[in-house]
């Protein structure tokens, strides 16, 4: 073996290395290898007072790996870091350097912004240095996120129901909080509005005499309705021909939004196919990533993408339904590492794979190529037609619109949000009088901001410059785990828990849990990765500013009484009440530590047939390491277990339990097959 290549994902590895040939292996991290140590002051695994030095340990599982790849190491002529091509990606290639102790001869960093043979090779052939600033960013948020993590945690834990709180995970619990707060303190006002129908089309009152109206109450709808009469005077019709320019490419946030919106997928389900999509897919001839790198922040595409593209469109619908690359505007504070995400071929079409995707792998796969086929075809026209009915001073509208070429429509309907209004051709009307079928009121009472869901939510963290594209799945996840918020309805409504640990942080922390010095936050870290600002001096300026709030938090903060539960200990008379713990909520005596006494809980226990040995219950168990077995609720007397879902029903041959086995219903004992 002359040259060996590390790459994040084992996926990936079994791609790429039948791409390079026999001269490589291709091996897989699993990831990070090491993280901060959970020891030395607060258990930062930080020495703040030695510049923040990091004290990094190999994550729990890790050591066998890193002992596998340093021995592979040892043996090459050649190590190739090949992590995933972002700040994260950059952090492992270093720590991969520093714990394979290698030299800057001996090794190479490349990125892969696609798994497709050409562009693998390509990389191969213009390596480069590891690139310390991008190191260096990530690096200074990880030890941000651990010290306000494990700070505010622990601050929450001890003095409220709440579990965690984190640099940006918090700021969005108060966007969720602030938004509800909002709702409940909306106060509904009623409005009226009043609509002609024409069968064909509906207009509304807009304007009297030339004026604005606003309807407040019944009376006042019910003394216009008496003054109109079904006869409209057609006063004034207008047409223009409008461009409809097409969405730009995905770029992280706007993928999960739009897969939120049109596949029902939460972000974290978008997320995991969309890497399955990048990292490569068996498509029958070959092996190959379907789609670019999937955590970006821009809507840059390749020069040689848009010509294949452009061609393709060419061939395939005409030469009047090609587009060209639009200048799109940048999010906020957006790094435009790499490209947006779009298919690696055009020619790869959805259909074309259909039988090698997964339900959702094809769903998703198709959402991506057609956005990014879409954004280089034609504008859509359309014929905007307004028009304004006159009726005894009353002055009403109708809007609407005919599609005169589809252009990027042709490909994107189906997608689309908004459907046009189709109007007659008022122009070529017969009289300059059109007569209404019906003239009616209705009620209406003005609403509040919708209350957030994960889609809106990402899409208003990235316009507020809060958090990352690799950062949004895992924050929507937390917040939910954590109990902070529930979902109704697709919606984020926060808990009791969620109210409480946010109102705590803004008492002691609204200088730093807050959107602009969050955003302003990861403002200095893009500077850290461009070499414009002093990671050490950032973090000084943060901890010399952070550390006395904490401080004060902790001797100030009033701790949350635990709730009573309405019962008295049995063993010294005083209230039980709900404590927490480390495997969750429990009751216990009120007169801790004096009394220690704790209310067992009696569960129910699902049983899944029973033991064919001593005919007491099967249930579910766990091993050490987490993993489901069955077996017989007499344990230890009795050691019946499987590693299979008993299905209640017994075996006709040997009278052992039927158990449900890769799809079907087998014995495992003769092997009796249902």
């Known amino acids: 073996m002359s040259n060996l290549v590390i790459v994040e994902s084992p996926a990936k590895s079994k791609t790429i290395e039948k791409y390079l040939g026999s001269d490589y292996k291709v091996v897989s991290s699993k990831g990070h290898i090491r993280d901060l140590a959970t020891t030395g002051k607060y258990g930062l695994g930080i020495d703040i007072e030695n510049n923040f030095k990091p004290n990094y340990i190999a994550i729990k599982g890790k050591s066998k790996d890193i002992a596998a790849l340093k021995k592979l190491a040892k043996s090459a002529d050649k190590v190739i870091l090949a992590t995933d091509p972002d700040r994260e990606g950059e952090a492992i290639s270093w720590h991969l350097y520093d714990e394979l102790k290698l030299k800057d001869s001996d090794y190479e960093r490349v990125v892969f912004n696609e798994i497709t043979k050409d562009v693998v090779l390509n990389s191969i052939k213009n390596p480069r240095k590891i690139d310390m600033d991008l190191v260096k960013s990530q690096e200074t948020r990880r030890m941000l996120d651990r010290i306000i993590g494990f700070r505010l945690s622990k601050l929450m834990q001890r003095k409220t129901g709440g579990k965690s709180a984190g640099r940006v995970q918090s700021v969005a619990l108060k966007l969720i909080v602030n938004r509800e707060r909002e709702i409940e303190a909306f106060v509904p006002e009623e409005y009226w509005t009043i609509e002609a129908d024409f069968k064909d089309f509906k207009a509304t009152l807009e304007k009297e005499h030339n004026k604005k109206i606003e309807i407040h109450t019944e009376s006042e709808a019910n003394k216009i309705l008496e003054a109109l009469t079904l006869s409209f005077k057609i006063a004034n019709v207008e047409e223009k021909e409008r461009l409809k320019a097409p969405k730009e490419p995905f770029r992280t946030s706007t993928l999960q939004q739009m897969a939120a919106n049109k596949l029902n997928f939460s972000s974290s389900k978008t997320m995991q196919i969309a890497q399955k999509l990048y990292e490569g897919m068996n498509i029958g001839t070959e092996t190959v990533g379907l789609i670019t790198y999937m955590r ?379």
């Open 296 to 674: 970006t922040d821009s809507t840059r595409i390749s020069d040689v993408f848009v010509k294949d593209t452009k061609n393709y469109i060419s061939s395939k619908y005409g030469d009047e339904y090609v587009g060209r690359v639009k200048n799109v505007k940048e999010p906020k504070n957006a790094q435009d590492a790499h490209e947006a995400i779009r298919p690696t071929s055009i020619m790869r079409t959805p259909e074309s794979l259909k039988d090698y995707l997964s339900t959702d792998e094809y769903k998703l796969y198709r959402l991506i190529y057609i956005r990014s086929l879409a954004y280089l075809m034609s504008s859509a026209k359309t014929l905007a037609t307004s028009v304004e009915l006159e009726n005894n001073g009353y002055q009403f509208k109708a809007t609407g619109s005919v599609l005169k070429f589809d252009g990027y429509l042709k490909v994107y309907k189906e997608y689309e949000e908004n459907e046009d209004t189709i109007l007659p051709d008022f122009k070529n009307y017969h009289s300059d009088v059109i007569v209404a079928s019906t003239i009616e009121k209705f009620q209406h009472f003005t609403k509040p901001a919708p209350r957030y869901t994960e889609s809106s939510l990402i899409k208003e963290m990235e316009a507020l410059g809060i958090g990352r594209p690799s950062t949004y799945a895992t924050i929507m996840k937390t917040i939910k785990d954590r109990g902070y918020v529930k979902t109704e309805a697709q919606k984020f409504i926060p808990t009791d828990i969620g109210f409480e640990t946010t109102d705590k942080l803004q008492e002691f922390f609204s200088d730093i849990v807050n959107v602009e010095y969050t955003a302003n936050m990861e403002t200095e870290l893009d500077q850290i990765a461009v070499h414009k600002l002093d990671n050490i001096q950032v973090l000084n300026d943060f901890y010399t500013r952070f550390a006395p709030l904490v401080e004060k938090a902790f001797k100030e903060m009033e701790k949350k009484s635990p709730e009573k539960t309405g019962e008295t200990c049995p063993l010294c008379g005083n209230e039980l009440v709900v404590r927490s713990g480390k495997f969750g909520e429990f009751v216990a005596c009120s007169n801790y530590p004096t009394c220690k006494y704790i209310k067992k809980e009696e569960k129910e226990i699902t049983s899944y047939g029973k033991c064919p040995k001593c005919s007491h219950d099967i249930v579910k168990r766990r091993t050490k390491k987490g993993k489901i077995f069955y077996g017989c609720s007499n344990f230890p007397k009795c050691n019946y277990a499987t590693w299979y879902e008993p299905t209640k029903e017994i075996c006709p041959n040997c009278k052992n339990l039927l158990v449900t086995k890769n799809k079907h219903i087998v014995c495992e004992e003769c092997g009796y097959t249902k």
